[in-house]
């Protein structure tokens, strides 16, 4: 007896929902690796190169399990919207920024000791190539493109809760470790908890989580990661200009 189509649909599902789930099994312990090791262990030249890699490596897992690049968010030949999106959203960034650094009430946000090497070339490398390639890219691709797709759809193609809930939450706890020292390294942040680590800790991984349902939400707006990646860029990079401004001059 020949099976229905939705019988037949059902069948072809499975199989998927089961690379899911498989692949979910090993992306979510190789970030909980990446994290120690980028954080922990590797030396300060080998952070691009392994998260690029450790990118690069859950795209090619997301592919494996069904999800190619228009499920995670990264379609190649997509890019009007998301960067036109990105680009709009970028300026309003850096015209934050400019303004905080311009009134004096709110210059003292900036005075982050994470910014006060003297160097322009260090200042210049953490803006252009540290924050873009290893840990914007690292971060949007498997936050906002493949832990949805394999929770269950990306918001590029579909708004679902359970996913974005899902991998804002793991986007929350990622940032444990590189939390670890805010409450000493920034003025602002001392000074309003009086140096309370594990304070400081748990508000920034609940801000951390309400940052990656907004930026699950911009995703959907874009249509994209681009436009994420382009936004996340310029929070930290453009944040790390103008504390290096504040401090050094």
Known sequence: MASTPAAQ????????????????????????????MSNRVLPEW????????????????????????????????????????????VSGVALIFGLGIAIPATRVAFLDSRASSPSLAVMLYQTLARIPLGTVFL???????????????????????WPVLGA???????????????????????SALGGDQLVATVLAVVAMMAAGILLCALVRLGKGIKTTMLVHWSTNS????????????
């Open 46 to 89: 080998a952070y691009v190169p392994w998260n690029l890699s450790m990118g690069v490596a859950l795209l090619l897992i997301a592919r494996r399990a069904g999800e190619g690049q228009r499920a995670v968010g990264l379609h190649i030949r997509q890019w009007r919207r998301p960067m036109g999106v990105g680009m709009l959203l």
């Open 168 to 190: 804002s939450f793991l986007f929350g706890l990622w940032h444990i470790l590189p939390s670890l020292g805010i409450a000493r390294g920034n003025a602002a942040v001392a």
């Open 238 to 249: 453009l944040g790390f200009l103008a504390a290096w401004l504040v401090i050094k001059h």
């Open 139 to 161: 971060e949007e691709v498997a936050f906002r493109g493949v832990l949805p797709a394999l929770l269950g759809s990306s918001p590029a193609l579909r708004w679902r809760w």
């Open 9 to 36: 649909l059902a069948e072809e599902a499975e199989p998927t929902r089961g690379r899911r789930l498989i692949a979910l099994a090993i992306v979510i312990p190789l970030l909980a690796l990446s994290n120690v």
